[in-house]
């Protein structure tokens, strides 16, 4: 590792480091800047970041790169693999070409940004966390969505939302087919002025007022009980 | 788990690095299938004149009684080309007979190819070795698909290795696992394809030369494969001008193609494609669920 023009920005080549040691600086790093190059679709590239690191890959990464994040900011110039972000926490996660399957999956909370298109699964089960997609989505995504936001700037492919709780899915162009008890609904004021906020934020640029708002149907039997607690006890009183 | 690459030069820029350019991508996959590993290389060929490689597991016999018998049997001329315990055998004779002769006669053999442009070659053991052994990175030609392999649903052996033969100059590379296989085994033996593993990228090679023979295009039988095959899936076909991939509707086995001027390159992950001539100006994608794709020679 060397230090380049800034003296807090250190530059990792993983063409001669390890992916193992890049991972072992970022997680010993409480502040400072990273430079990575020569990914050439490395696994796990700054997985487990957990300070206020600023770090920039230049190149495509492979899977579960930014896994675990929290509190940094990772930017790749290039394509990511599958499970970008994964069980991302806080910070920002941006990408500013394609990312595969399961961009997102099990978000707790951050913002990730996916320049281009995101794959099959973008946000499958995402948990709060926020996620903006400049281009398309692939088939089945926000299944089982919990909570948080995802924008799409650009088309969903089939079964959006399939199961979907309390997240809400934003899209602007077409979706090819709504998975089960996922439906449109309104777009009100207060969902306008969120996705200008994500927008914003995602340094995207599109009018919000153009997009289409999807949720849970509450449809499905894991809607019908409120209360379970309640609902225990009460069958426990009945017998 | 397994490990798919594939390379397809559309130019003559790489055919004659298209081995070492194929053994570079394999070798990136080896952890996605470190039990067993083979490739397919098609080269320009000679109208007329089939190659047939065959396997002696383990063994490295005198090739020659057994051409010269072949010879006899053809009434043509066979040259014999062994690497390790396989043999590439080339005649200008019949090749469906020289095939069906070699099965017929030739004991503990198996025919792993045959066509005008395709040699096979495949074993257990790790990846990179299997390539140095049967000399990849020295290989020339149009294009190569090749295949790690992780096994789960039948044993390591070189058999249920990939890839599996399909056809005259046709094969397939398999990544994923089918879950019908034994009923569409039952079902294919009624159609006349025999087998020689329990392994499910068998059948659905068995099921592409069924299609196949009976006059489906590979297009049409890909698409009926969507239809009869349930499980999951991403295939790699190689074929004598090209190759096709095919990735199940639910798409979750992975694979990514970038395509140059010079080549497409399509495999499972990045990594094997990201140290390839070019590759910082390719066009990269993942195919699509359902969506057959193919790439074929310029003619």
Partial sequence: MTDVASPNTTTVDLATSSVRSLNTALHAATSGSFVVTNPQGAH???????????????????????????????????????????????????ITGNATMSAG??????????????????????????????????????????????????????????????????????????????????????????????????????????????????????????????????????? | MCGIVGLFCKTETYRAELGRLTATMLHEMRERGPDSAGFAVY??????????????????????????????????????????????FETDGDGRVARQWLIDNVAGVDVLSYGEHIELYKSVGDPDLVAERYELSSRTGTHAIAHTRMAT????????????????DTCLVHNGSLSNHNRLRTVLHGHGETFQTENDSEVAAGYLSWRLREGDSLDAALHQALVDLDGFYTFAIGTADGFAILRDPIACKPAVVAETDDWVAMSSEYRAIAKLPGVADAEIFEPEPARVYTWTLAA
């Fill in chain 2, 43 to 88: 080269g320009a060929g000679t109208t007329g004149r089939t190659r047939l490689t065959v396997l002696a597991e383990g063994q490295e016999p005198d090739w020659a009684p057994t051409a010269a018998a072949l010879e006899a049997a053809l009434g043509a001329g066979v040259d014999v080309r062994p690497t390790r315990d396989h043999a590439v």
């Fill in chain 1, 44 to 94: 796990a590239v700054a997985a487990g970041i957990n300070a206020p690191l600023d770090v920039r890959v230049d190149g495509s990464v492979g899977y579960y790169c930014a896994g675990m994040h929290q509190h940094g900011t990772v930017t790749v110039d290039g394509n990511a693999s599958t499970g970008l972000a994964e069980n991302m926490m806080s910070g920002t996660v941006r």
């Fill in chain 1, 105 to 239: 999956a099990t978000g707790v909370g951050g913002l990730l940004v996916v320049q281009g298109n995101a794959g099959a699964r973008c946000g499958i089960s995402m948990k709060g966390i926020d996620i903006v997609v400049g281009g398309d989505i692939g088939h089945m995504s926000a299944f089982m969505a919990q909570a948080g936001r995802l924008v799409v700037l650009g088309d969903a492919a089939d079964d959006l939302g399939d199961s979907i709780y309390e997240a809400e899915v934003y899209v602007r162009g077409a979706v090819a087919s709504l998975g089960s008890d996922c439906e449109e609904k309104p777009m009100e004021a207060e969902h306008v002025a969120a996705v200008a906020e994500l927008l914003a934020a995602a340094g995207l640029d599109a009018e919000p007022a153009s997009f289409r708002r999807y949720g849970s149907a509450r449809r499905l039997y894991s809607f019908h009980v409120d209360d379970i607690d309640a609902e225990i006890a009460a069958r426990e009183t009945d017998r």
């Fill in chain 2, 153 to 168: 649903e039948s044993a390591v052996t070189t058999n249920g290795s990939h890839p599996f033969v399909t056809g005259a």
